[in-house]
């Protein structure tokens, strides 16, 4: 197993959710891995560790990412490059003059190498767009290391590969079985993580990503590839398949950040019922896809549920004019 670069505050917390446990008729946990850090908060940050480490000894002084407009991973990955005296470049897309809000206002704050491109140019090549970039700092001095989407690549993988033996101590110490547990799906690198762990180590949990764009199609095959490739990081080999890679998405919604107004109300409902504050692109989406298959039981006997809540704070401010009270 590769080594990472300590940065996030671990292990964080699992608390339990009592009053939607009590709406729901079961044991409702939440991991809160939206407390990881404040400038690098959220889930990405546990990939980076990995990814970060690998950039140094690979003799980078550069980092390069890319995301959407309110890229919670562009975000973290310009705070912790910052934090190791790294230098970072991001890649953002978006159509139109962005507003100056949310994580790309911190990106501003903190002096990232912004460069922009469309959703057209993001999607057919984003990549080739980083190794420009990549060039150009290589024509300067320096040496880049370029991180994928979300950092959901094999060495990313590790990340959520080692939250879930973090979990396993932490159901130890706290005397429960998680036999359940949800997360938000992006770009795949956090369930593809919770998926190797949960195989190669047999703990026989259902592990359910709650796609929030794409659908099962799109993620089985990027969890498959990047699985494959952090088993070549673990230095391990174990049969994986597709066909038990849980992927759900029907809560997908009308897409990628953009949400509908049940999906907000169910922001509001949780924060004034548990006092946790979801997010709307992510966490928000996969936590009320979560709810109303439990209450409408196409999840059936679900036993003890873990939801991980992977951050997104910074996403919700650029939405407050959308919540209705
Ligand atoms: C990126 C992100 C996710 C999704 O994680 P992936 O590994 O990209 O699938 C979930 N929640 C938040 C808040 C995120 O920023």
Not at 300 to 312: C, Q
């Amino acid at each position: 197993m590769k080594s990472k670069i300590s940065l996030a505050n671990l292990p964080t917390k699992i608390e339990k959710l009592d009053r939607i446990s009590a709406e729901l008729g079961i044991n409702l946990y939440i991991k809160r891995d939206d407390q990881t850090a404040t400038e690098f908060s959220g889930n990405k940050i546990r990939k980076l560790e990995y990814a970060l480490k690998e950039a140094i000894d690979t003799g980078c002084d550069t980092v390069i990412t890319c995301g959407g407009i309110q890229s919670n991973h562009a975000r973290a990955t310009v705070a912790a490059a910052i934090k190791l005296g790294l230098k970072s470049a991001i890649l953002l897309r978006t159509n139109e003059e962005p507003v100056v809000e949310g994580n790309y206002f911190l990106n501003k704050l903190m002096g990232a190498d912004i460069r922009f491109c469309t959703f057209d140019e993001y999607r057919n090549s984003r990549g080739e767009i980083m190794e420009g970039i990549a060039r150009e700092y290589k024509e300067k001095g320096h040496k880049a290391f370029i991180i994928p989407e979300g950092a959901s690549f094999g060495i990313g993988v590790l990340g959520y590969y080692s939250c879930l033996e973090e979990i396993a101590i932490q159901e130890k110490q706290m005397g429960v079985t998680f036999n359940t547990i949800v997360v938000a799906t992006g770009s795949g690198g956090t369930f593809a993580g919770l998926y190797l762990a949960n195989k190669f180590h047999k703990y026989g949990k259902r592990i359910i990503g709650m796609a929030v764009c794409d659908d099962v199609e799109y993620f089985r095959n990027i969890s498959y590839n990047i699985s494959k490739d952090a088993l070549e990081h673990i230095g391990e080999s174990i049969d994986i398949e597709k066909e038990d890679m849980e992927i759900n998405d029907r809560h997908v919604g009308i897409g990628y950040a953009i949400s509908k107004k049940d999906e907000l109300d169910f922001i509001t409902d949780f924060a004034r019922k548990e006092g946790v504050i979801l997010d709307p692109v992510y966490t928000g989406k996969a936590m009320k896809g979560l709810y109303s298959e439990i209450m409408d039981k196409t999840i059936k006997n679900p036993g003890n549920v873990l939801f991980i809540h992977t951050g997104g704070l910074f996403g919700l401010f650029p939405k407050q004019g959308q919540f209705e009270f």
